[in-house]
């Protein structure tokens, strides 16, 4: 038996032994970036420099990278393209979370959108962050996060999930917190979390939890479930709506094009396929070379799995 299909068995019976329990995607996992299809770039890119404060590292005729330009790690990428906007309601990104390194940033961060008379969409707060979103000028959501100390949440059973709630934020005490102004993200920014707006939440939680092993770590709400890899509060959200006949996003409607994914190695990489398979999840696409895998939720939401 050659080297190839001894490590494809080893994997398989790896890959057998947690999947006949319960496999999890590598508890390094992160997001790396969200890609969004876009109309006007030039107005997007205003938005996500000036307002959300990333630094444009790179920009041609059709798209624009931005992120943090002090390690150069890309955030948020924009393609504009000739398509046109969802003629009714569509699966997709809810909102993107925007992960700052602090409270103080935070506040000073919706002290810069008032300054910049944006609108505000909510506040809120929880057991392990504080959180306010507004919206892009395309409709595409975004939070600005903290993680409250990850002694208060990280701990086994130092959350119980199923009493768990979101409350409206303060706005005046979050703004007593600052640190000059927010002119910039800082070192340490990133990309904390996804929010999806599904139409199933039983066949979307079965995709993200037996095929791609995110764990489930609130299930209280029977509209809403959030999901993780390792010891995190959660990578993804996925929720219904008041709709409930949501589209499957086209290729050609402004959104959400993708969420970037990060796994630690390769060995990462092959569980991941393998279960995929064992599970029935066998349409997605894997590129040896590149060493990346895309794959389709089933509300049509795009997803890239990548190396660190």
Known sequence: MDYDNRTKKGLESMASKITGASFSIAEETRIRFVALKVKDLQAMV????????????KRSEQLAYLGTRQNQEVLVTLHKISGHKAKKPTAGLEHMAILLPDRDTLGSALQHMLDNG?????????????????????????EFA???????????????????????????????????????????????????RVNDLADTARFYEKGLGFA??????????????GDYHHHIGINLTDDDTLAKPAW????????????????A????????????????????????????DPNGINLWFALA
């Open 46 to 57: 205003d938005f996500y420099s000036q307002i959300a404060g990333l630094d444009l590292l």
């Open 118 to 142: 944006i609108v505000i969409n909510g506040l809120y707060e929880n057991a392990y962050s504080q959180t306010f979103i507004i919206h892009d000028p395309e409709g595409n959501g975004v």
């Open 146 to 196: 903290y993680d409250k100390s990850a002694s208060q949440w990280r701990t086994p059973n130092a959350i119980d999930w199923k009493k768990e709630k979101t409350v409206k934020a303060d706005q005046e005490a979050i703004l007593k917190h600052q640190n000059g102004k927010y002119n910039s993200a800082p070192a340490g920014v990133s990309i904390g979390h996804v929010q999806f």
């Open 216 to 229: 489930v770590n609130d299930d209280a709400d029977p509209k809403q479930l959030f999901l993780a890899a």
């Open 252 to 267: 050609d409607t402004y959104g959400l094009d993708y969420v970037n994914f990060v796994l630690p190695n390769e060995a």
């Open 269 to 296: 990489m092959d569980l991941l396929r393998t279960n995929l398979d064992a599970q029935g999840f066998k349409d997605y696409e894997y590129n040896g070379q590149f060493h990346y895998l895309q794959v389709t």
